[in-house]
């Protein structure tokens, strides 16, 4: 049996564009945590596209270190 990825391992590779040995899956409620972070309104995460952008930023900042 191949190593399996750790979720950190299986971000990483597809944020940095290669395959994980899984789909790796970001749960509803983080939605939430990036909201407060940045201090927005789920409705306005869910519907304007700059502000999923800035989650996937953070979430990169937080994997890649970047």
Do not use: H, W
């Given at each position: 049996?191949?190593?399996?990825?750790?979720?950190?391992?299986?971000?990483?590779?597809?944020?940095?564009?290669?395959?994980?040995?899984?789909?790796?899956?970001?749960?509803?409620?983080?939605?939430?945590?990036?909201?407060?972070?940045?201090?927005?309104?789920?409705?306005?995460?869910?519907?304007?596209?700059?502000?999923?952008?800035?989650?996937?930023q953070?979430y990169?900042?937080?994997?890649?270190?970047?």
């Amino acid at each position: 049996m191949a190593n399996k990825m750790t979720p950190r391992e299986r971000v990483a590779a597809t944020i940095g564009g290669k395959k994980p040995d899984k789909l790796p899956i970001m749960v509803a409620n983080s939605n939430t945590f990036i909201c407060q972070y940045y201090g927005i309104s789920v409705e306005d995460f869910l519907t304007k596209p700059d502000y999923p952008r800035m989650g996937i930023q953070a979430y990169e900042q937080l994997l890649l270190g970047d």
